[in-house]
């Protein structure tokens, strides 16, 4: 799954779906999509990505009490 960096635009492949659909965990294992070589993974904090529309990441990906939060 591809999802932008907030902060510069970049898209990010997602590597770890698992990771990025568990509110539990901060962070994914993704690797940056710029440039015609392959970029090592890193972690990107789930906080600083969105869909590529611009649209922010649901909730329930983000906060493991999404349901009493307001």
């Known amino acids: 799954m591809l999802l932008k960096e ?3 635009g970049l898209l990010i492949e997602v590597l ?3 990771a990025l659909f568990l509110p539990t965990h901060d962070d994914v294992l993704g690797q940056k999509q ?3 070589e ?3 993974p ?3 904090l789930k906080s600083k990505l969105m869909f ?3 649209e922010n ?4 990906w983000l906060n493991p009490n999404y349901q009493s939060a307001e």
């Not at 990441?57 to 329930?60: N, Q």
């Open 42 to 44: 890193e972690l990107y």
């Open 34 to 36: 710029a440039g015609e």
């Open 16 to 18: 770890d779906l698992e």
């Open 57 to 60: 990441l649901p909730k329930c």
């Open 6 to 8: 907030k902060d510069s």
């Open 38 to 40: 392959e970029q090592d």
């Open 52 to 54: 590529p529309s611009d």
